[in-house]
């Protein structure tokens, strides 16, 4: 699982939390790593990445100032998907509020194939409730 985000002290905890529950639901917290690319956030957002998302080892990824924003924390994560081994790789957005934990289950059934494939969801509304969005 992997995030990005710049100053999003506010809403990684949740994100996390259920990105984390999402996890526990497809059987993979226990082997799965949380990353986060971090644009040089100012407000605490690394320290509160860190505090959450239960016993699932996490990694941040500090990609300074410069560069294009999520592009460039979007190539930081691939890079650590790829130092990790990552069998699979799903990227979230800090501060999205709409996801529920079954986004990060389902996202992680549609990339579980043979050969590299990617999930990409087209729209996003609702409460997180399956089939709102």
């Known amino acids: 699982m ?6 999003e002290a506010a809403t990684i905890g949740w994100v996390v939390a259920t990105a984390y529950e999402g ?3 497809a ?6 790593v949380l990353v986060n690319a971090d644009k040089n956030s100012t407000d605490g957002t690394a320290a509160a990445f860190l505090s959450d998302a239960g016993k699932t080892r996490r990694l ?13 924390n979007i190539m930081a994560i691939f890079h650590a998907a790829l130092d990790l081994g990552a069998e699979r790789v799903v990227v979230l957005d800090a501060d999205v509020r709409s996801a ?14 043979a ?5 990409v969801l087209s729209g996003r509304s609702g409460p997180g409730v399956p089939g709102s969005g």
């Open 100 to 113: 529920g934990p079954w986004w990060t289950a389902r996202l992680l059934e549609a990339v579980q194939v």
């Open 23 to 25: 996890l526990c639901i």
């Open 60 to 72: 941040a990824v500090a990609t300074g100032a410069s560069g294009t924003g999520k592009g460039t």
């Open 27 to 32: 059987g993979l917290a226990s082997t799965a």
């Open 115 to 119: 050969s590299p494939a990617m999930a």
């Open 2 to 7: 992997y995030t990005w985000l710049l100053d």
